[in-house]
């Protein structure tokens, strides 16, 4: 059974910065891919980003320049570089584990992360 611990979340102004990480244990299998996504008031979860065990990306166009997703392999962990936060990303951060070849998807439990204007 994975599980994932997020941690990293917390308040800070617009335009600032803050870094997530996930880290996952239990892993029996390979995990591709890794990734975030978010789920703001009233919203439905949308992804965020995603990252390979090779290293290839995908972002949400409304983060795209300023957020990076990173993976340490040997680790089980994934990071989120959160630059120029702007209100609208205001929103509870979920960590999603993808194994492989089982396609099994995991969930951590979210960090809350809120950007005051």
């Known amino acids: 059974q994975v599980q994932l611990v997020e941690s990293g979340g917390g308040l800070v102004q617009a335009g600032g910065s803050l870094r997530l990480s996930c880290a996952a244990s239990?892993?029996?299998?390979?995990?591709?891919?890794m990734g975030w996504y978010r789920q703001a008031p009233g919203k439905q979860r949308e992804l965020v980003a995603t990252?390979?065990?090779?290293?290839?990306?995908n972002y949400a166009d409304s983060v795209k320049g300023r957020f990076t997703i990173s993976r340490d392999n040997a680790k089980n962990t994934v990071y989120l570089q959160m630059n120029s936060l702007k209100p609208e990303d205001t929103a509870v951060y979920y960590c999603?584990?993808?194994?492989?070849?089982?396609?099994?998807?995991?969930w951590g439990k979210g960090t809350l992360v809120t950007v005051s204007s």
């Open positions: 239990g892993v029996a299998f390979s995990i591709d891919p």
């Open positions: 999603n584990a993808r194994t492989w070849p089982t396609s099994v998807d995991y």
């Open positions: 990252i390979t065990t090779t290293g290839g990306t």
